[in-house]
């Protein structure tokens, strides 16, 4: 099972951006997968994540109105839309994927049996 995640780059403040999460291995139509991102220095934290149904999506406070994270389960691919983006968006955002999370569980990386390697997301000012 992997998951490769792809689209970060350098962006200026207010761009856009568009991440991808190409998952293999296995379908994961009813997984949830969710994207988290870690600044230097700091702790891994939750994005944004999608369970497999239509409508079932979470995202953290930070990012809520200006992340938007979607899902094509025929590709097995989750995407990360990211706009008005911030410098304290500068992250490296790492896409996670499990199949038994509970609603509770969904922010929380411990939870998260599969990772991507992530990508660089860079945000200047």
């Known amino acids: 099972v992997q998951l490769q995640a792809s689209g970060g780059g350098l962006v200026q403040g207010g761009g856009s951006l568009r991440l991808s999460c190409i998952a293999s291995g296995r379908s994961f139509g009813r997984y949830v997968m969710a994207w988290f991102r870690q600044a230097p220095g700091k702790e891994r934290e939750f994005v944004a994540a999608s369970r497999w149904s239509i409508g079932n999506t979470f995202y953290a406070e930070s990012v809520k109105s200006r992340f938007t994270i979607s899902r094509d389960n025929a590709k097995n691919t989750v995407y990360l839309q990211m706009n008005s983006l911030k410098s304290e968006d500068t992250a490296i955002y790492y896409c996670?994927?499990?199949?038994?999370?509970?609603?509770?569980?969904?922010?929380?990386?411990?939870?998260?049996?599969?990772w991507g390697q992530g990508t660089l997301v860079t945000v200047s000012s």
């Open positions: 996670a994927a499990d199949p038994n999370l509970i609603t509770s569980q969904i922010r929380d990386p411990l939870g998260y049996h599969y």
